[in-house]
């Protein structure tokens, strides 16, 4: 009976310490995302950090992307948007991509907090006490290959 609680609370102490920042795991215990995908509303997420990562590097760092980000090499950049509520949003459309990175360079010429690591293969834009909604869309009427529109708002 003795040795079924130890058992017991060891399993329990070393269950506890496979969380994760973000609280969710995959089953192959790595960091879970949200994908973009095209539904008939706007995706809407309030982002509080940005980090513009090189796939290989976010596959190093334990994010769990789909494999046909992994397999395809017109993927090379994504974007992860950390976010108030929910799991971290992963971006990698090209079409999505080119809105993101317009919108970053404008925070940058705003003299927005950059940190750059792992030479330059990790980029992260924090924006501290305040944040970004962003809206995201695709017709779905469009086809696979329709462009995401992309829009921002600050919120302070």
Same mark, same amino acid.
């Given at each position: 009976?003795? *040795?079924?609680?130890?058992?017991?609370?060891? &399993?329990?102490? !070393?269950?506890?310490?496979?969380?994760? =920042?973000? $609280?969710?795991?995959?089953?192959?215990?790595?960091?879970?995302?949200? &994908?973009?995908?095209?539904?008939? %509303?706007?995706?809407?997420?309030?982002? =509080?950090?940005?980090? +513009?990562?090189?796939?290989?590097?976010?596959?190093?760092?334990? +994010? *769990?992307?789909?494999? +046909?980000?992994?397999?395809? %090499?017109? &993927?090379?950049?994504?974007?992860?948007?950390?976010?108030?509520? @929910?799991?971290?949003?992963?971006?990698?459309?090209?079409?999505?991509?080119?809105?993101?990175?317009?919108?970053?360079?404008? !925070? *940058?010429?705003? $003299?927005?907090?950059? %940190?750059?690591?792992?030479? $330059?293969?990790?980029?992260?834009?924090?924006? @501290?006490?305040d944040s970004v909604e962003i809206s995201m +869309?695709?017709n779905p009427n469009g086809g696979k290959f329709?462009?995401?529109?992309? @829009?921002?708002?600050?919120?302070?």
């Open positions: 009976m003795i *040795e079924i609680i130890i058992l017991t609370a060891l &399993y329990c102490v !070393l269950a506890a310490k496979k969380k994760t =920042v973000f $609280g969710q795991m995959t089953l192959k215990a790595t960091k879970a995302l949200e &994908y973009l995908k095209t539904t008939p %509303e706007p995706m809407v997420r309030t982002v =509080v950090r940005f980090t +513009w990562i090189h796939k290989i590097r976010a596959d190093l760092d334990d +994010w *769990e992307l789909p494999q +046909w980000v992994m397999d395809n %090499e017109k &993927y090379d950049w994504i974007c992860i948007l950390d976010v108030q509520d @929910g799991l971290p949003f992963l971006i990698y459309q090209k079409s999505a991509l080119r809105a993101v990175e317009a919108h970053l360079m404008k !925070l *940058e010429a705003q $003299g927005a907090k950059i %940190e750059t690591k792992h030479k $330059g293969q990790v980029m992260t834009v924090d924006l @501290g006490d +869309w695709r329709a462009p995401f529109n992309v @829009g921002f708002d600050i919120k302070k």
